[in-house]
T-cell receptor, first 113, second 108 residues
Framework: DTGVSQNPRHKITKRGQNVTFRCDPI?????LYWYRQTLGQGPEFLTY????????KSRLLSDRFSAERPKGSFSTLEIQRTEQGDSAMYLC???????????FGPGTRLTVT | EDQVTQSPEALRLQEGESSSLNCSYT??????LFWYRQDPGKGPEFLFT???AGEEKEKERLKATLTKKESFLHITAPKPEDSATYLC?????????FGAGTTVTVRA
């Protein structure tokens, strides 16, 4: 069990650029989650996968955001045409079963200038 | 919509000064209540899960309790290494909904 890993850990980009983040969950965890956290707030749910199927997206997730989990393993979160309001910590988490705790990764800190 | 409210927002304690954090919630169909610890710049780290009113869990200086409307995280004789943000979350289906957290600072 090597834990959930996320890359990159930090990303600085200019407004209007596209960015992509990667999450590698704990192996054999079939559930994978993306959350966003801004300063002074708790994590907010963005989207959720069970294996390769994306089962729910939050209304917070605008059309500029897209997430994939090909083959039910790693996942990517892409933000197109970034805006300053996208600056946040993007957290990935995985779990083996429903009602199980979520194991969080270290997060990717995005700064949009 | 599920609502989770944590209080206070911040708590400054002297080493050894016990205190409690509150998490009140309004949800339909609670499946579990989770407590996480988060250090600056890191992802949340799991502490406890509580499933039913009256349940209690303990780990070192931390004890979590659950009623039908709220949960408490008691910190007994805290040490500086207990300084962190403590997050409460409710699970109603497949995801967790988090409160804003309580930032605890313990001075030596």
């Amino acid at each position: 069990d090597t834990g959930v890993s996320q890359n990159p850990r930090h990303k600085i980009t200019k407004r209007g650029q596209n960015v992509t983040f990667r999450c590698d969950p704990i192996s054999e965890h079939n559930r994978l989650y993306w959350y966003r956290q801004t300063l002074g707030q708790g994590p907010e749910f963005l989207t959720y996968f069970q294996n390769e199927a994306q089962l729910e997206k939050s209304r917070l997730l605008s059309d500029r955001f897209s997430a994939e989990r090909p083959k039910g393993s790693f996942s990517t979160l892409e933000i197109q045409r970034t805006e300053q309001g996208d600056s946040a910590m993007y957290l990935c988490a995985s779990s083996p079963l429903a009602r199980e705790k979520l194991y969080f990764g270290p997060g990717t800190r995005l700064t949009v200038t | 919509e599920d609502q989770v409210t944590q209080s206070p927002e911040a708590l400054r304690l002297q080493e050894g000064e016990s205190s409690s954090l509150n998490c009140s919630y309004t949800v339909s169909g609670l499946r579990g209540l989770f407590w996480y610890r988060q250090d600056p710049g890191k992802g949340p780290e799991f502490l406890f899960t509580l499933y039913s009113a009256g349940e209690e869990k303990e780990k070192e200086r931390l004890k979590a309790t659950l009623t039908k409307k709220e949960s408490f995280l008691h910190i007994t004789a805290p040490k500086p290494e207990d300084s962190a943000t403590y997050l409460c979350a409710v699970q109603t289906d497949y995801k967790l909904s988090f409160g804003a957290g309580t930032t605890v600072t313990v001075r030596a």
